[in-house]
């Protein structure tokens, strides 16, 4: 998608190799990847990474069948800002392509659980020094849950524009780029 034609598909690539040579002659919004494109997943999640470093504001979705939070880190390493479980109903898949493009980062609510209880098993980190306000600290915690920003807007009884901003701050702050980065980060404070 790129916003010349927002809400298009402007161009699909079978390889990887592909995408890299012609990605960066015209840019789009949103890249959707699919982790396992290829024959395995280190070759999506390399290809994410050659994209960041040719593109590094360009977004990228991954998709995967893989409930597998190794790759899922990897990928969000590599560059992806979010990872999506498939299959994915058309309108699922658009609303978090719309959401991405709007500086939100979705993430199917398996995949946000599989993140969270990882980070819970891992050792505590020493606290970071990082100064967000309460109402983003209860932001950030809600992002933990794995919660839409919809979801959180009714929780705090705000809209989901201020959600927004308040992501936006909270990605800001923490020099982070993603909801998972931001859980990763909570973890850490």
């Given at each position: 998608?790129?916003?010349?034609q927002p809400g298009q598909c402007v161009s699909s690539y079978a390889t990887a190799k592909e995408a890299l040579a012609e990605l960066p002659k015209n840019p789009p919004d949103v890249v959707l990847r699919d982790i396992n494109l290829g024959?395995?997943?280190?070759?999506?999640?390399?290809c994410v990474?050659?994209?960041k470093s040719l593109l590094p504001d360009i977004r990228i979705v991954m998709l995967t069948v893989f409930d597998d939070s190794e790759i899922i880190f990897r990928a969000l390493a590599a560059g992806a800002c979010e990872c999506l479980l498939k299959p994915q109903r058309p309108e699922g898949l658009l609303a978090a392509i719309r959401e991405v493009v709007a500086g939100g980062a979705?993430?199917?609510a398996s995949i946000a659980r599989n993140v969270v209880r990882s980070l819970q098993s891992a050792p505590p980190h020493a606290p970071k020094s990082v100064e967000l306000s309460?109402?983003?600290?209860?932001?950030?915690q809600a992002?933990?849950?794995?919660?839409?920003?919809?979801q959180i807007a009714y929780?705090?009884?705000i809209?989901?524009?201020t959600i927004r901003n308040y992501v936006r701050r909270i990605y800001g702050k923490l020099h982070i780029y993603s909801r998972t980065a931001a859980v990763v980060r909570f973890f850490k404070l």
């Open positions: 998608m790129n916003q010349g024959k395995h997943a280190k070759e999506g999640i390399e990474r050659s994209l979705p993430m199917s309460d109402r983003e600290l209860e932001v950030l992002l933990t849950q794995g919660l839409t920003n919809h929780q705090l009884n809209s989901v524009h």
